[in-house]
């Protein structure tokens, strides 16, 4: 059939314009280590409906929860290599490709979550996030991961000596590992991904995360005792590949960014939440919950850590963040 000058123009119009308007939607890769009814899917969720309906659908995301891209120090490196595109992830892992954030993972350093809070939006935390493009990564804002808590399959832990001897599984992670030496506790260095498993089978007699990591991987089906011992602040990143990053538009990052600090409230209120409900849950779940721990005692046994990590971070500056009021 042929068609008219007149047509054929209007075709290649239509056609052209068809093709312009895909070729103008990116879909960005990002993964986190829970589901996406956790708070890092609920933080990647926000982030992602900001991103889309401020940039008029040019950019939308594609979720991998649950591990699917690998551990979080496997994701770490797909970001810098640019094969992934985001990242919402803990910041265990981190200090081994920016050593600087290391000092934000000191044992009974954050008071409460507005202490913690505070210095991560404060200038002691944004200095931070300006060390990462040097290390092929950008961070776009905090989020949160929450005060980790110890669970075991063996006894309640009120003070260090009920911890000492445990295999407990940590993060890739020398501060949490040299601190929680001090406790007695066997640190047992184990991706994420492995833990449910090695707790199942008694290769780690138990593991320490925030309530709400506790809660969206069902440890209550394989771990009996939870002790709220707060040992460590968690805070949590949203990382994204300079690849990405590098193609954007002042306005497009503007964007990127404004979107990422609504993804750390939404973040954080849904940690709030789960400590708020989940602590119960998880007794009703089977959980025998030891919720006051004596925190003096930790403390006190962390002290011959604390001179290592004087040396390695400067006590002015471990003293500067306990400061923050």
């Known amino acids: 059939m042929k ?13 052209g314009s068809s093709s312009s308007a895909f ?18 899917g609920v933080g990647s969720t926000v982030f992602c409906e900001e991103v889309e309906k401020n940039t008029a659908g040019r950019f939308k995301c594609q979720h991998f929860a649950n591990s699917a891209l690998g551990g979080e120090r496997e994701q770490i490196e797909a970001i810098q290599l640019g094969t992934q595109d ?3 992830t803990s910041t265990g892992p981190v200090g081994n490709f920016v050593p600087e954030m290391k000092i934000v993972d000191i044992p009974f350093l954050f008071r409460d979550y507005d202490h913690a809070r505070k210095v991560m939006d404060g200038p002691i935390g944004q200095d931070i996030l300006t060390k990462f493009p040097s290390k092929g990564i950008i961070a776009l804002a905090w989020t949160e991961n929450g005060f980790r808590h110890m ?33 007695g506790i066997l640190p047992t260095p184990m991706a994420f991904p492995e833990l449910f498993g090695a707790l199942q089978q008694g290769t780690v007699d138990g593991q320490e ?3 709400p990591v506790i809660l969206a991987s069902k440890f209550s089906q ?9 040992h460590v602040y968690s805070p949590a990143l949203l990382l994204l590949s300079p690849k990405v990053w590098n193609k954007l538009s002042d306005s497009d990052k503007k964007v990127f960014l404004a979107a990422a600090q609504k993804a750390s409230v939404a ?17 009703k779940d089977g959980m025998k919950v030891t ?35």
Do not use: W
């Not at 068609?3 to 056609?15: D, E, F």
């Not at 973040?267 to 007794?283: F, M, P, S, Y």
């Not at 004596?294 to 850590?305: I, S, T």
């Open 291 to 325: 919720r006051i721990v004596d925190g003096n005692a930790f403390r006190e046994a962390l002290k011959p850590a604390y001179v290592g990590y004087a040396k390695e971070f400067g006590a002015d500056n471990i003293k500067k963040i306990s400061d923050v009021r």
């Open 209 to 211: 995360n925030p309530i």
């Open 222 to 230: 394989v771990q009996k005792h939870l002790s709220l011992t707060g």
């Open 151 to 183: 669970t075991n399959s063996k006894r309640d832990i009120v003070k260090p000596s009920d911890a000492a001897g445990l295999k407990m599984r940590t993060m890739e992670n020398k501060v949490h590992m040299d601190g929680y030496r001090t406790f």
């Open 3 to 15: 068609i008219g000058p007149l047509a054929a123009a209007c075709l290649a119009l239509a056609l």
């Open 23 to 40: 070729a103008q939607t990116t879909t960005l890769k990002i993964g986190y280590a829970t589901s996406k009814e956790s708070h890092y």
């Open 267 to 283: 973040q954080r209120k849904k940690v709030n939440d789960d400590e708020n409900n989940g602590i119960a849950q998880l007794e």
């Open 86 to 88: 985001l990242l919402n």
